[in-house]
């Protein structure tokens, strides 16, 4: 008998394992049907609401019919396939139509056995044969020639085309699709049907220094009209002005030329319309007030001076010269650019900046200036640098002017003349007596740029004899 129950065990167990790989391959076909499914209703609703821009409660019957059809779908297998795999009978029923040298020993057995009925209408010798057979013959069976995968591979290849179709309507139409989806994924949204032509316009809200171009870019999509029209206006209560462009290209490039004023723009195309976009003019930073200080050379003896009516430097050699400069704007950076080569920062104080030169050579110089915004001055005013060349003074004896004979009071009145650009500081007596060797005595005057000296020159103690010669 215990060799009886060990047969029974074993066909049970072979009939467990079919169960398993019934059951396995029935979820995957179940599975792979209701996902195939899905993605097609899926692309179904998407196409009609990408085509047809359906209203919400429409959208909200495509929502319900691409969750209840797959749902559906789901139950009718599974509802039709269940009972094949967790019924022992039709289990076994299924095992012998695909394996016809059973001849009915494994339905025999599991009726028969364990059925008192039966033991009493068959004999003990008969059901143990019956069952050790079955149980042989079971083992022998391969489960794949019971439990096919065709099913399960004809889903599974139904579900590959299903995503094969969808990755290609999205390649083809995936700006449509995903828009579509959105308003699909807010079924009782009412959204306003989009243009047929859409226009993206660059770059929207912008800033533009003064006397710059600024350069837009159209981007046109969908139903491409023949031409559009840009418009502009300087104030909301003017009227706006208009320039048609053709288009023979899905984006198109528009110049506003030195641009001075602040001004509002759209563009429209087709049933395409742009909202209004702002352009905000800057102000580059320009040099307000310039001031210069002048330090002359000690020997000069020129006092310090200031000009604030030009910024053209113009003094002698040796020269120092302060810059100080006030901006429009608060800065960031400052240069004086020399000879256009040679640069220079200046140290700032907010909107204020300074620095010192020395005059050595002709040339010129700008300034350079850069905002905390990163904005650089615009066309800088070239100022000149000239060299003041200091000229000798000049002097002149205007009397006597002429060689004369000594008088008898051995005085000789003179009269000096003298000049110099920056100031006579001294002015020298040079005489020589015969071949004797030159005399000097500083002349007694207020210095000045001109001089005019009358003196009256003593000769009485260079006890002079006759035939003397005074140079």
Known sequence: MSGNQTSHTQVLAHLARLRRRALLLLAAEALAL?????????????????????????????????????????????????PACLSLRALGLRVEASCPQLQQQLISTLELWQNARATQLYSASLLEATLEGAAGLLAQVDPAQVIGTGPARCRLRQLSAAAAVVALAWLAAGESLGEALHRCAHPLTAFARPARTRIALEPGDTEVVKGSDLALQLHFAGVRPPSARLKWREAEASAWQEEELALDADSLRYLFKQVQRPFAYQAQAGEGLTPVFQVRVIEPPVVQRLRLEYHYPAYSGLPVRSDEENGDISGLAGTQVLLEVEASQPLASAELVRDDTLRQALQLEGSRARTSLNIERDGHYHLELKDTKGIRSRDPIRYAIQVLHDAPP???????????????????????????????????LVWRLNNRGEQRRDLPFRADRQVSLAYTWDLGALDLLPEDRVF
Request: glycine content about 10%; proline content about 7%.
């Open 34 to 82: 209701c996902l195939a499914l899905a993605l097609g209703l899926s692309l179904v609703a998407l196409s009609l609401e990408a085509w047809f821009f359906v209203p919400p409660p429409w959208r909200a019957v495509l929502g319900l019919m691409v969750v209840i059809g797959p749902c559906l779908a789901l139950g009718l297998v599974l509802g039709r396939g269940l």
């Open 394 to 428: 000049s002097v002149a004896l205007a009397e006597p002017g002429r060689d004369l004979d000594l008088p008898k009071d051995l005085n000789i009145n003179l009269r000096v003349e003298a000049a110099d650009d920056f100031g006579v500081a001294r002015l020298s």
